[in-house]
């Protein structure tokens, strides 16, 4: 079987994408304040219900984002603890 | 008929567009790595990598269909503002086009009925040259019309087009619920007449309209607790509690004072009543006020069909000069005065009633208090990251902490 190996500054980097990107959805793209923007159609109308119109989900999603960055960044920071330990145990140091 | 021009901003639209297009690329590259990380030969060494593997298992597959959101508003949006940017120009040109043949149409008038006063025959050359200038002007009018119309249909097409689109990408499995929307929408509503109600001096069926619009929103923070576990329990409970505070407060004050009354100045005590028959008393003048209080909603009807008898007039002779200022502070010491009146005569009440009611009395006075007070000291608590901060989505700022846990 094929092996990937992550190493651990890779989870780490990932958790913190993570929760910036949980930030970001857990906030609501306000397009009032450009609404004069589209014309006089419906198009703004339709726009707003697109992105405000999945607040429940949104707040899930969100909230899984959150959990999932903080599990990688828990995952990321043992695998370098671990990895300084083994550095340490050989005399070497880490970077 | 002046032509109107086409309201709009193409650059803003795109900008929007650009913003919808970052977020979709954004999602999109996360969800690829989390797709690569949740294959199906990955392990974990680690019982922290472990537990990230169990979450990224259970993690719903929403993200694509977030991407797919965005990712069609942004063409979507695109799209229109192009057509936008085009037949903005066009319309501008009709518009600019038809202003200057009116100009020149009008100008030509003037020069017709110059020549007609000075009595050069109207089928003389000058007069049919102009008359035939004047028609050019005003086919062109005509023209810039035919454009201006065209355009502006032109666009009508596409920006119904990109409704369409939005609105069909809105219609997946992301959509909120009919009964979340509805409770939300109570949400709205309710805070919204809570807020005209709170307004000082507001009249008495506005105020009954704050309280029904408290109420609103307390019954659809509850729904939205308990069905979707959306909210902060705690934050309810203080609401509700400060509430109840201030109901408790009126009552024991009311109850105090039950069993006698300020017969010209002198404090005569009919009954003597037990701590507990007090607050039973006051409890019930509580809720009768209460009801008093939202009895003209009933009205409402009526005073919509008979709007003059709400607007307050003058008696006869009364002096017609007072300034603002000057009525405002006569009001607002008149109504001190009363207010110190009414509370000298309850604790006068409270008084003679016994050494108990006294107590019921003052103790009553402090949870009032205590309810006010309360109320403003909660809200001046910083919250630690708003639920739901309003973004621009030009310039999207990021709220602090963790978002707000649903279900």
Sequence with gaps: ?????????????????????????????????????????????????????????????????????????????????????????????MS | MILAPLPGHAPTMLLVADELDRRASTLAATAAVLARLRSRGTSWDSPAGEAFGRLLASMPPHLDLVVDRYAVAADALRHLAAVLEEEQAVIQRAVDEEIDARAHVDAIETEIIALLDLGVPRESVEVQGALTRQRAHLARIVDAQDRHRAAWERYA???????????????????????????????????????????????????????????????????????????????????????????LGSAFMRGATQGGRVLGGVVVVDRTLSVQARIRAGWGTVLKEAVNDLRPL??????????????????????????????????????????RAALSAQVALATAAGREARQLWFGGAA?????????????????????????????????????????
């Design chain 1, 1 to 93: 079987m094929a092996q990937l190996r992550v190493d651990p500054e890779t989870i780490l980097d990932l958790g913190r994408s993570l929760l910036l990107l949980s930030q970001e959805t857990a906030t609501e793209p306000d397009v009032a304040a450009d609404r004069w923007a589209f014309g006089p159609g419906q198009a703004a109308a339709a726009l707003d219900e697109l992105l405000c119109g999945w607040r429940l989900e949104r707040l899930r999603l969100a909230h899984s984002l959150y959990d999932l960055g903080d599990a990688a960044g828990c995952a990321g920071a043992a695998y370098v603890s671990v990895d300084e330990g083994v550095a340490r145990l050989w005399g070497g140091t």
């Design chain 2, 367 to 407: 949870l009032s208090v205590a309810a006010k007070v309360g109320d403003q000291v909660v809200d001046r608590i910083p919250m630690r990251g708003s639920p739901d901060p309003p973004v621009s989505s030009r310039v999207c700022q990021r709220a602090p902490g963790p978002p707000p846990r649903a279900p």
């Design chain 2, 298 to 339: 009933a009205r409402i009807g009526e005073s919509v069909r008979t709007p003059i008898a709400w607007v307050p007039r003058f008696k006869e002779g009364a002096p017609k000069a007072f300034s603002a200022l000057w009525l405002r502070e006569k009001a607002a010491l008149l109504t001190l005065e009363k207010q």
């Design chain 2, 157 to 247: 097409a596409a920006d119904e087009m990109c409704t369409s689109r939005l609105r069909a990408a809105a219609e997946d499995r992301l959509a909120d619920p009919l009964a979340y929307r509805g409770l939300h929408a109570i949400h709205d509503l309710g805070e919204g007449l809570a807020a005209v109600g709170a307004m000082a001096g507001a009249h008495p069926l506005v105020r009954a309209l704050g309280v029904a619009g408290g109420a609103l929103t307390v019954v659809a923070d509850v729904g939205l607790l308990a069905g979707y576990r959306e909210g902060d329990a705690l934050g309810l409970a203080v609401d509700g509690a400060l509430a109840f505070t201030g109901g």
